[in-house]
């Protein structure tokens, strides 16, 4: 398509997955249950016509936690962030130094490959989000520079896998970007997240940073939002100095898509793409083809078409218990994109 189009990543996970996860079933049976789950999920993806598929996380704890699974040196107590409705999500705390991860992303998108022949794209999670699992005070033997030390090189390696097994891209999720302007208004931290992660993406070349991208939004877990009330206006001027070639932003749920539209057109770099968010993953109703041809022709009178591509708003189901959307609505709604992302195409390529 000459209008790149990518998911995400979650895709909802069915009721008998969930019900496996949270009853403890042996992990045997489980890891049986997962493989079965990304089979069934990379089918549907096919069917929608999809250009670029994932493996829908399905067998993600969740976007953010997967390098934590099987650590011994955490405790339950860490960072909570909490979501509008008044439901929190709270991150684990390190106790013990070095820091390595549990688990890489790479697992899932080798699986994946072997399951089909569509290109794959594979989400791994920020080091900003991880550095917030050294707690306050420190710990005795490990200092925070030593666990910043290990982050950048475990989050570069998580990277750098998935990029030597062909990943069609791999997408740093970036959700707590939005969310530091919440708690620190003043940007020093969103200062240091951008500058943290940007240590991960300098230790790539120009070539591999065009295959690098990041995805921001308000936050989605239960139909409901952490951070929506943060003006987009004053995020994304930082946000374009990550140097990645590619950007995924929600943006169908916003109140003023024009308004960031044009923030958009202002800061994005010549090597930069902005994918834009055309489906709105917290609302159930299923956007038809037409609307989101429409607002690929809204955005493209900003955004310079050889730079915009679509996605949708964030994934359907960030993290694995989250049952607010069916696995019908999703990908009813991704199909909407792909065949609204045609329809826009043929419009502006007439
Ligand atoms: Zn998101």
């Known amino acids: 398509m000459r209008i790149p189009t990518e998911p995400i990543g979650s895709i909802p996970r069915s009721p008998e997955l969930i019900t496996a996860i949270t009853s403890q079933t042996n992990a045997a049976s489980l890891q049986a249950l997962y493989q079965d789950a990304v089979k069934d999920t990379l089918v549907a993806f096919e069917k929608t016509g999809s250009p670029v598929i994932s493996d829908g996380e399905q067998a993600k704890s969740s976007f953010a936690t997967y390098p934590l699974e099987g650590l011994q040196n955490l405790a339950p107590e860490g960072m909570k962030i909490n979501f509008e409705d008044g439901h929190s999500r709270q991150l684990p705390l390190l106790t013990q130094g070095p820091f390595r991860y ?54 570069e390696k998580d990277i750098r896998q998935c990029l030597d097994n062909h990943a069609y891209k791999v997408q740093m999720d970036f959700t707590e970007g939005r969310l530091s302007l ?26 591999e940073q065009q295959k690098l991208g990041v995805h921001v939004c308000p936050g989605g877990d239960h139909d409901s939002t952490h951070s929506a009330d943060i003006d987009y206006a004053d995020f994304l001027p930082h946000l374009f100095d990550l140097n990645v070639g590619s950007f995924y932003l929600q943006l169908a749920s916003e109140p003023d898509r024009v308004k960031v539209l044009k923030t958009i057109k202002e800061y994005l770099k010549p090597n930069q793409k902005a994918f834009i968010g ?4 917290l609302n159930p109703t ?30 359907f189901s960030p993290f694995c218990d989250d049952v607010s959307t069916t696995r019908e609505t999703a990908f009813a709604k991704i199909k909407a994109r792909i065949d609204g992302t045609k329809l826009a195409e043929e419009k502006l390529f007439a």
């Open 102 to 155: 549990g688990n890489y992303a790479q697992k899932y998108l080798a699986f994946a490959q072997q399951s089909t022949s569509i290109p794959v794209k594979q989400a791994i999670i920020s080091a900003s989000a991880l550095s917030l699992i050294y707690p306050p005070g420190g710990i005795e033997g490990y200092t925070q520079s030593a666990f910043i030390a290990d982050l950048l090189n475990e989050c």
């Open 182 to 207: 919440k708690l620190d208004p003043s940007g020093g931290v969103l200062k240091q997240f951008i500058e943290l992660n940007n240590q991960v993406f300098n230790r790539f070349t120009a070539e």
């Open 278 to 281: 055309v489906i709105d993953v």
């Open 286 to 315: 299923i956007e038809t083809a037409e609307q989101v041809r429409d607002r690929v022709l809204e955005a493209a009178q900003y955004i310079p078409i050889s730079q915009l591509g679509t996605t949708d708003d964030c994934g």
